[in-house]
């Protein structure tokens, strides 16, 4: 069992713990019933349009939405908080340092490793949370169908598995855990995240 992880000592920490908590209490609420739209019957099924699973499916999008955005914002606080933003050219610095640093996680992993000497990867949950966002290209990227990429990976269906997430049909299905699990990843990359940038 791994150790208990204090409680977070940064605000932005428990901001975006707190917003996580919130997004697992949307999960008890319920969408109304639509009537379903008539389509060309030649067209392939496409994404679902249940609305248990569009709750599930956007309750998944908005965890790891806010994961992202607390990675973002804990590293431009740090710059707002280390650098004078009030001399021009830093600002601009600045500006541009987070602008380039959120556009992949490929580039956070960069700017924190590079600006704050902080590895993402060494957070315990840092791998599940990019199987996560893996599961979340499929909507974002696909409109729930497996993109091109996703096709081309061979490891997907062992990896999404690890979130009780299957595939058939061309799409990735959720399990009865998966939203608790998603909730978990989120909730403890955040803790794990706080604490390392903490230790620099």
């Known amino acids: 069992m791994p150790p208990a992880i204090a409680s977070p000592r940064y605000a ?7 917003l ?16 379903p739209m008539p389509r060309i019957s030649a067209t392939p099924p496409g994404p679902t349009t249940d609305p248990r699973e569009w709750r599930q499916e956007a309750s998944f999008l908005r965890l790891l939405s806010i994961t992202e955005s607390y990675v973002d914002a804990l590293s431009e606080e740090w710059f707002s ?15 541009e340092i987070d602008s380039s640093a959120s556009r992949t996680w490929r580039a956070r992993e960069d700017a924190y ?57 061309g799409r990735m299905h959720f399990g009865p855990s998966t939203m608790q699990e998603a909730a978990r990843v989120c909730r403890t990359f955040v803790k794990e995240l706080d604490e390392r940038f903490h230790a620099t």
Do not use: W
């Not at 599961?135 to 062992?158: E, K, P, W």
């Open 12 to 18: 932005l920490s428990e901001a975006a713990l707190r």
């Open 113 to 169: 490793r590079f600006h704050h000497d902080v590895k993402l990867q060494k957070c315990p949950h840092y791998k599940l949370l990019m199987i996560a966002a893996q599961v979340r290209n499929c909507f974002t990227h696909g409109l729930g169908q497996l993109t091109v990429r996703q096709l081309g990976n061979s490891n997907l269906v062992q990896d999404v598995a690890k979130l009780d997430v299957s595939i058939g049909n």
């Open 81 to 95: 908080s280390n650098v004078d933003v009030s001399i021009d050219i830093l600002r601009r610095m600045v500006v």
């Open 20 to 35: 996580l908590r919130h997004a697992e209490t949307v999960l008890a609420g319920t969408l109304s019933d639509q009537p």
